[in-house]
Antibody
Framework: QVQLHESGPGLVKPSETLSLTCTVS????????WSWVRQPPGKELEWIGY???????KYNPSLMSRVTISIDTSKSQFSLELTSVTAADTAVYYC??????????????WGPGTLVTVSS | AIQLTQSPSSLSASIGDRVIISCRAS??????LAWYQQKPGKAPKFLIY???TLDTGVPSRFSGSGSGTHFTLTISSLQPEDFATYYC?????????FGGGTRVEIK
């Protein structure tokens, strides 16, 4: 059974870099597309991007210039980096396993989520 | 990006009621639609993909239908554990996008 768990700082200062890690268990990290999805308080869900097998990445065009998703297969972890954050990046961040076609994905297993607040 | 509009944004229903939630896409997405259930403070739970295929373990009182631009999620007999917010999500166009959610509350 796929299990995911996010970890990282809950508070990030404006203009700094948000960094989160998702630890995967129950499945080989080489077997899935791995996505990050976020949800600002009281708002809808937004897909951030995915990485597959450490080589194929796709990012939401709205965030593409600031996002990097990477995989560490030795630790069965994948990570999110979001640069130059502002208050608009305050959200609950979820990691998720994904089924993806050539251009899009759905998400079958989710981590519990972690709230990241951007504030000085 | 493809926009998904859910209606209603919230509804009140009683145990045993039949509940129908609508999701409309801004363009044809064929059958590339999924549904999720989210309870307060929890992650979304995957329910349905390809419009009508239930994920493993999802009760049969949940069903999905539609094609093209109009889709529905039906709960045939609402149970106490079904009170939650439901989101549709399209995976035909890039990027994948979610609807605004429908909150199902106790009447």
């Amino acid at each position: 059974q796929v299990q995911l768990h996010e970890s990282g700082p809950g508070l990030v200062k404006p203009s700094e870099t948000l960094s989160l890690t998702c630890t995967v268990s129950g499945v080989s990290i080489r077997s899935y597309y791995w996505s990050w999805v976020r949800q600002p308080p009281g708002k809808e869900l937004e897909w951030i991007g995915y990485n597959f097998n450490s080589g194929s990445t796709k990012y939401n065009p709205s965030l593409m210039s600031r996002v990097t998703i990477s995989i560490d297969t030795s630790k069965s972890q994948f990570s999110l980096e979001l640069t130059s954050v502002t208050a608009a990046d305050t959200a609950v961040y979820y990691c998720a396993s994904s089924y993806c076609s050539s251009n899009s994905c759905y998400f079958d297993h989710w981590g519990p989520g972690t709230l990241v607040t951007v504030s000085s | 990006a493809i926009q998904l509009t859910q209606s209603p944004s919230s509804l009140s229903a009683s145990i045993g009621d039949r509940v129908i939630i609508s999701c409309r896409a801004s363009q044809d997405i064929s059958s590339a639609l999924a549904w999720y259930q989210q309870k307060p403070g929890k992650a979304p739970k995957f329910l349905i993909y390809d419009v009508s295929t239930l994920d493993t373990g999802v009760p049969s009182r949940f069903s999905g239908s539609g094609s093209g631009t109009h889709f529905t999620l039906t709960i045939s007999s609402l149970q106490p554990e079904d009170f939650a917010t439901y989101y549709c999500q399209q995976f035909n166009g890039f990027p994948p996008t979610f609807g605004g959610g429908t909150r199902v509350e106790i009447k």
